[in-house]
Nanobody, 127 residues
Framework: QVQLVEAGGGLVQAGGSLRLSCALS????????MGWFRQAPGKEREFVTA????????YYADSVKGRFTISRDNANNMMFLQMISLKPEDTAIYFC????????????????????WGQGTQVTVSS
C-alpha cells in the first residue's frame, strides 16, 4: 500500500520561499514518476510540476517556471518542491502524486495519470 505524506507548507509573505517535501512509504519511489499539483479555493486542481523516476526529465507549468524546482531523493523515498519568489496567487493546497511506471520515464500533467495522492499541505502567501 503506497502512502504519500506532504510537509513543509505554511504562511509566507510575497517574495518569500518554502520547501515542500513528500515522503512515499510502502514501495520504492524509484518505480514512480512523481508530480506536484495544487488547488486554490474555488478552483480546479492544477498541475504544477513533475519529475520522472530517474530524475532525467522535469516539466513545469508556465506559471511556476523559473520560481519552483522539483527534485527527488530516491535513496530516501522523498520528493521535494523548492518554491521561491512566492506570489499570493500561489496560495493553494499542494498535493504530491505518484504514477507507477517501472518501465517508463514519461511524465504527465494530467491528474488522471497518477495512481496515488497525498492529503495535501496548505501554502498561503500574503501580499
Amino acid at each position: 500500500q503506497v502512502q504519500l505524506v506532504e510537509a513543509g507548507g505554511g504562511l509566507v509573505q510575497a517574495g518569500g520561499s518554502l520547501r515542500l517535501s513528500c515522503a512515499l512509504s510502502g514501495r520504492t519511489i524509484s518505480n514512480y514518476n512523481m508530480g506536484w499539483f495544487r488547488q486554490a479555493p474555488g478552483k480546479e486542481r492544477e498541475f504544477v510540476t513533475a519529475i520522472n523516476r530517474n530524475d532525467s526529465i522535469t516539466y513545469y507549468a508556465d506559471s511556476v517556471k523559473g520560481r519552483f524546482t522539483i527534485s527527488r531523493d530516491n535513496a530516501n523515498n522523498m520528493m521535494f518542491l523548492q518554491m521561491i519568489s512566492l506570489k499570493p496567487e500561489d496560495t493553494a493546497i499542494y498535493f504530491c502524486a505518484a504514477d507507477y511506471s517501472p518501465l517508463s520515464g514519461l511524465v504527465y500533467r494530467e491528474s488522471s495519470k497518477y495512481d496515488y495522492w497525498g492529503q495535501g499541505t496548505q501554502v498561503t502567501v500574503s501580499s
